[in-house]
T-cell receptor
Framework: KAGVTQTPRYLIKTRGQQVTLSCSPI?????VSWYQQTPGQGLQFLFE???????NKGNFPGRFSGRQFSNSRSEMNVSTLELGDSALYLC????????????FGEGSWLTVV | GDSVTQMEGPVTLSEEAFLTINCTYT??????LFWYVQYPGEGLQLLLK?????DKGSNKGFEATYRKETTSFHLEKGSVQVSDSAVYFC??????????????FGPGTSLSVIP
């Protein structure tokens, strides 16, 4: 059974640009959550989607947005990139079968220059 | 609100030493508790979990016991290896009846094991 898949794994963007990251959850998982990980701030919750609806949102500016499709795949978008957005972005999925256990992907490393 | 506190480290141990990473939590009801491990350059992997009081989670030689009376879930391993060098995250998830709440992570503990 395939795990959580995130693309791209690595990317470099310029300040002011926007970026879209993609996440394919484990088959059958309908909940997808996103986290930002930086050396200084640790692991911070961005948002969670379930059945195409945003169910939880962390304390991030409106430049950070996401969505979920009917096949449970999810994307997150960051507009007007800032240097401080450089981070590892992690996607995780879960299901009612997995209970409240979330499973992470390998992450997308974003560098803003 | 719910929270997780863990020793931040870094922790440096010699190979074959005993490991304890402390984790305590604050939560209402009976949350599920987890330990995740992150190896360099990788995402987080579920290491072990416990879903009710006195449960013991175990995997790859690591163990942690859900202690409701002390609200703790300390991670232990009897003999660490160089390959255990990683960052370890303690986490909790509220009870299923409030499953809309997000999983809460501690700050992570960096472990380095030297030969």
């Amino acid at each position: 059974k395939a795990g959580v898949t995130q693309t791209p794994r690595y990317l470099i963007k310029t300040r002011g640009q926007q970026v879209t990251l993609s996440c394919s959850p484990i088959s059958g998982h309908r909940s997808v959550s996103w986290y930002q990980q930086t050396p200084g701030q640790g692991l911070q919750f961005l948002f969670e989607y379930f059945s195409e609806t945003q169910r939880n949102k962390g304390n991030f500016p409106g430049r950070f947005s996401g969505r979920q499709f009917s096949n449970s795949r999810s994307e997150m978008n960051v507009s007007t990139l800032e240097l401080g957005d450089s981070a590892l972005y992690l996607c995780a999925s879960s299901s009612t079968v997995s209970g409240n256990t979330i499973y992470f992907g390998e992450g997308s490393w974003l560098t803003v220059v | 609100g719910d929270s997780v506190t863990q020793m931040e480290g870094p922790v440096t141990l010699s190979e074959e030493a005993f490991l304890t990473i402390n984790c305590t939590y604050t939560a209402t009801g009976y949350p599920s508790l987890f330990w995740y491990v992150q190896y360099p350059g990788e995402g987080l992997q579920l290491l072990l979990k416990a879903t009710k009081a006195d449960d013991k989670g175990s995997n790859k030689g690591f163990e942690a016991t859900y202690r409701k009376e002390t609200t703790s879930f300390h991670l232990e391993k009897g003999s660490v290896q160089v390959s255990d060098s990683a960052v370890y995250f303690c986490a909790l998830s509220p009870p299923m009846k409030t499953s809309y709440d997000k999983v809460i992570f501690g700050p992570g503990t960096s472990l380095s094991v030297i030969p």
